[in-house]
């Protein structure tokens, strides 16, 4: 089973202060991507679960879009949820976010 969210905030730190937020809070390796449609990103995979990718991309003024992926061959339900809750209670308040609204996923 495969499912994605989005999510577009807002936080007072450039994308290379969030990239050490992130990684010190999560404890996982986070990379800086260049992407010729999105330009420059975040990213990580969660090595806890069979498949969950994190990316952060920046937009204007401050704001941002996390995008997440959870792609599970069992337990999907649980995997989802301990996702959902580390992009609430980990990621998000890692990098102060504000303005937090659900979004439509790039995937």
């Given at each position: 089973?495969?499912?994605a969210?989005?999510?577009?905030?807002k936080?007072?730190?450039?994308?290379?202060?969030?990239?050490?937020?992130?990684?010190?809070?999560?404890?996982?390796?986070?990379?800086?991507?260049?992407n010729?449609?999105?330009?420059e990103y975040?990213?990580?995979?969660?090595?806890?679960k069979?498949?969950?990718?994190?990316?952060i991309?920046?937009?204007?003024k401050?704001?941002f879009?996390?995008?997440?992926?959870?792609?599970?061959e069992?337990?999907?339900?649980y995997?989802?949820?301990?996702?959902q809750?580390?992009?609430?209670?980990?990621?998000?308040?890692?990098?102060?976010?504000?303005e937090?609204?659900e979004v439509?996923?790039?995937?």
């Open positions: 089973m495969r499912k969210t989005a999510y577009r905030f936080s007072d730190f450039n994308l290379e202060a969030i990239h050490g937020k992130v990684e010190a809070k999560t404890g996982w390796p986070w990379y800086q991507r260049v010729d449609t999105y330009g975040l990213m990580t995979r969660i090595p806890e069979d498949y969950a990718r994190l990316r991309f920046p937009q204007v401050g704001h879009i996390l995008d997440a992926v959870c792609e599970s069992s337990s999907f339900d995997q989802w949820s301990m996702l809750n580390t992009i609430q209670h980990t990621v998000l308040l890692a990098v102060d976010a504000s937090i609204a439509d996923t790039f995937d």
